[in-house]
Each structure stands twice: as C-alpha cells, then as structure tokens.
C-alpha cells in the first residue's frame, strides 16, 4: 500500500518560513523513478499545483503566484520531498498536499496538472495570520 505522509505545517505570521517535508513508501518502483509534486487547497477553492520536481530533480516548476518564495527539493535515498516556503503569505493559507507521478518518467519532467498524479498525502495545514 502506497503512503504519503506530510508534515511541518503550522500557524506563522506573514513573512515567515516553513518547510514541508513528505515520506513516500510503499511504491513498487523506486521513488527516483517518479515526478513528485506539491499542491495546495483552500475551502471553497479547487486544488492546484505550487510546485513539481522531475525524477532527477533537474526540472523543477512553480506556479506563478510562488516563483521566487517556494523552493522544491528531494532527497530519493530517503524517499522525501520537501518545500521550503520563504517570506509567507496569507494567501498561502491551505491545506497543503504532496503527491506521485502517475506514470514512470524516463525524461526529466513534471507537471503541475493533478491528472498527472495517482498516489496522494491527507495533507498539512499552513494558516499564515496577517
């Protein structure tokens, strides 16, 4: 059974930082043969992609509302992907979620679409007061 487990989410004030971490197990394949992505909802809103990182983590994408805040990393040994968030929001506030690749990637690349994932975390929660 494929797990995601997140974590670091918290309440901070605007201008502050958090890092999420997620651990992946249970895949049938190695880890480091699957895009990986954040995304991210708040109540009411349809979920969308902040962040991706390809298998090899040479491509590495961000929606246009976190370029410059958001950084994606990770670490295959450990089957862990991370966000480090800089200089917070309050329109960052979600539930913040981390997700796998639907299909084995042969290529560097990734995708900020959710169609593109299969596997999915129950989420974090970032509240950032103002």
């Known amino acids: 059974q494929v797990q995601l487990v997140e974590s670091g989410g918290g309440l901070v004030e605007a201008g502050g930082s958090l890092t999420l971490s997620c651990t992946v197990s249970g895949l049938t394949n190695p880890f480091d043969w699957y895009p ?3 995304f991210r909802q708040d109540p009411g809103k349809e979920r969308e992609g902040v962040s991706c990182i390809a298998r090899d983590a040479i491509e590495r ?3 246009n509302s976190v370029k410059g805040r958001f ?3 990770r670490e295959n040994a450990k089957k862990t992907l991370y966000l480090r968030i800089d200089n917070l929001k309050p329109e960052d506030t979600a539930m913040y979620y981390c997700a796998v690749g639907r299909r084995v990637s ?3 690349d990734c995708s900020l679409s959710q169609t593109e994932y299969i596997y999915w975390g129950r989420g974090t929660q970032v509240t950032v007061s103002s």
């Open 61 to 63: 994408k961000y929606d």
């Open 36 to 38: 990986v992505g954040w």
């Open 106 to 108: 042969i290529s560097s």
């Open 71 to 73: 950084a994606i990393s």
